[in-house]
């Protein structure tokens, strides 16, 4: 597929908000499913949320539910995660990535990433 | 929640060399595994999905096999770029879950 920007990131006190976008070009968006994954500084990989290609079916991983949403404005070619009551351990690199032309739940486009820091 | 893991954590290796890299699930996730590589201060890279598909613009020095709990991915010849960290990641039950890579070094 196309390209993947992300944007949003930076450093946020804990308990504040922080909203991600993913800007996506060079491929129909609306036909694909999107993901939000992260890793931690010197860490490992994390899946985050999922959001299928018509909005209906949204995922997300325990640690982050009732905090995190994730949404998409095809309209716009964007997909976006709000994050809110941000703990020191949400710190991380957050990847905006496809789902695959033939399956929804692994990750085929990434793009380059943006760096939440969660420090007071 | 599926636990990944793979070995082994490191391995050394020489350009030339042919490897094979291990995942293994805490239950079946048939054939839904997927294998990356990323390389430092770069984003995860699709190699392979469904176990064994690999992905058209992946080298044919790429090959997954395995099914069930048991899962592999072999490079025929190593080459400088594949000096990396790779990880496998089951899709077949949410949460989706990752393992904790494998370091590919000289």
């Known amino acids: 597929q196309g390209l993947l920007v992300e944007s949003g990131g930076g450093v946020v006190q804990p308990g504040r908000s922080l909203s991600l976008s993913c800007a996506a070009s060079g491929f129909s968006f609306s036909d694909y499913a999107m993901h939000w994954v992260r890793q931690a500084p010197g860490k490992g990989l994390e899946w985050v949320a999922f959001?299928?290609?018509?909005?209906?079916?949204?995922l997300s991983t325990d640690s982050v539910k009732g905090r995190f949403t994730i949404s998409r404005d095809d309209s716009k070619n964007t997909l976006h995660l709000q994050m809110n009551s941000l703990r020191p351990e949400d710190t991380a690199v957050y990847y905006c990535a496809t789902g695959g032309d033939y399956g929804d739940y692994y990750f085929d486009s990434w793009g380059q990433g943006t760096l939440v820091t969660v420090s007071s | 929640e599926v636990v990944m893991t793979q070995s082994p954590a490191t391995l050394s290796a020489s350009p030339g060399d042919r490897v094979t890299l291990s995942c293994r699930a805490s239950q079946s996730v048939s054939n839904n595994l997927a294998w990356y590589r990323q390389k430092p201060g770069l984003p995860p890279r699709l190699l392979v999905y469904d176990a064994s598909t690999r992905v058209p613009v992946i080298p044919a020095r790429f090959s997954g096999s395995g099914s069930g709990t048991e899962f592999a991915l072999t490079i025929s010849s190593l080459q400088s770029e594949d000096f990396a960290v790779y990880y496998c990641?089951?899709?077949?039950?949410?949460?989706?879950?990752f393992g904790p890579g494998t370091k590919v070094d000289f």
């Open positions: 959001i299928s290609h018509d909005g209906i079916e949204k």
């Open positions: 990641q089951q899709y077949d039950k949410w949460p989706f879950t």
